[in-house]
């Protein structure tokens, strides 16, 4: 407390009072900053933080200059209207489409009441162009996710996402019935490829782990909250990655035929990547990156359009995959002709 600063007798409602109006009158508060209003310490600022939290104010985090700030995610009081011009809206209702592998998740609950509230504000002139509005972008999507299992759980994700508190989490793994329990400081929603994962720290794994979310089978919210390191960059944790997996990086070349390369030449496949085109006009990829499987899934996408230079222990596992795809192939014609003669 300052020196010929008069005492404050607060109770805790008294407090809570004085907390959220500093938090709505200010861009920002720490720990210490609070404790010093209140005339209280850190520990009772953190419990009262909590409590405000509790009454239904979500708060939100930030560090700024080395020091954690509190402030609150939105403010209710005094927000001026929102007007859109037609472009912006033909810009939301791109973005909208782009989110229609959200489907059975309630962000894309969400992501609906804010279009009906958008309706609701906007002038006559521009209903008329919203159902046009609405269909100048289609996405298709193949192989789109099922979230149903894990629905009723990304709600406490969400609120954990946003406050930061940890999780305990029941996790399916690819070929296991049994759910493995995590603890977890959830960090960022990662989507790729039309699925939404979780990047968090898991402790009881010892490092950064990432989650399929409908895979999930269970979700707890604990009364702990975690700090993410200032220094933490979600993209930093995928740079080296052709997709999710970040294990050891390698040189990979890649040459396509001259019969798609417009479709490969144009295209930033990795960062820092090389692309030239030799005299028959094939184009060779050049790039650094990690994730064995993604990168043979990629590269057996484009068929005999794709031959893969480098490296070589890629490359030798690429063949071994061809050979077992013919045989696969040869097999069933064989079981065809079979049943033709039988026939």
């Known amino acids: 407390m300052l020196k010929g600063k008069p005492a404050k007798k607060y109770s805790q409602a008294g407090r809570l009072h004085s907390i959220i109006r500093l938090l709505e009158t200010r861009r920002g508060l720490t720990l210490d900053e609070l404790a010093e209003e209140c005339d ?10 909590n409590a405000v939290e509790q009454a239904g104010y979500a708060l939100t985090t930030e560090w700024s200059d080395g020091k954690k700030v509190y402030s609150f995610l939105t403010r209710s009081r005094n927000l001026p209207p929102i007007t859109f011009t037609l472009p912006q809206l033909m810009s939301l209702y791109l973005l ?16 609906d009441e804010l279009f009906k509230s958008i309706h609701s504000v906007l002038p006559d002139r521009h209903a008329a162009h919203l159902e046009r509005i609405a269909r100048v972008s289609l996405p298709l999507l193949h192989g789109a996710r099922d979230y149903t299992p894990a629905a009723a759980f990304v709600e406490d994700l969400q609120k954990a996402l946003l406050q930061q508190y940890r999780i305990r989490l029941k996790y399916a793994k690819k070929n296991k019935g049994a759910a493995e329990e995590y603890e977890i400081d959830p960090y960022t929603l990662v989507f790729h490829k039309g699925g939404i994962y979780l990047l968090g720290n898991a402790h009881n794994r010892s490092g950064m782990r990432l989650f399929a979310l409908e895979r999930i089978r269970g979700l ?12 933490y960059q979600p993209e930093a944790h995928f740079s080296s990655a052709f997709g999710l997996v970040s294990d050891t990086p390698m040189k990979v070349r890649v040459r396509f035929s001259a019969e798609i390369a417009h479709t490969v030449k144009d ?4 960062p820092g990547q090389k692309i030239s085109t030799d005299a028959e006009g094939r184009v060779i990829v050049e790039f650094k990156a990690a994730g064995q499987m993604e990168l043979i899934s990629w590269i057996l996408s484009y068929g005999v359009h794709a031959e893969l230079l480098e490296p070589a222990e890629l490359r030798k596992e690429v063949k071994r995959q061809v050979k077992e795809m013919r045989e696969l192939y040869r097999g069933k014609e064989k079981e065809g002709e079979k049943g033709a003669r039988k026939g």
Not at 98 to 109: D, E, I, N, R, V
Not at 221 to 226: A, D, E, L, N, V
């Open 40 to 49: 209280v310490d850190r520990r009772t600022i953190h419990r009262d933080l």
């Open 96 to 111: 909208r489409s782009l989110g229609a592998h959200l489907a059975g998740t309630p962000f894309q609950a969400e992501i």
């Open 220 to 231: 707890e919210i604990t009364r702990q909250r975690f700090e993410i390191p200032e220094s």
């Open 267 to 270: 295209r930033i496949w990795m």
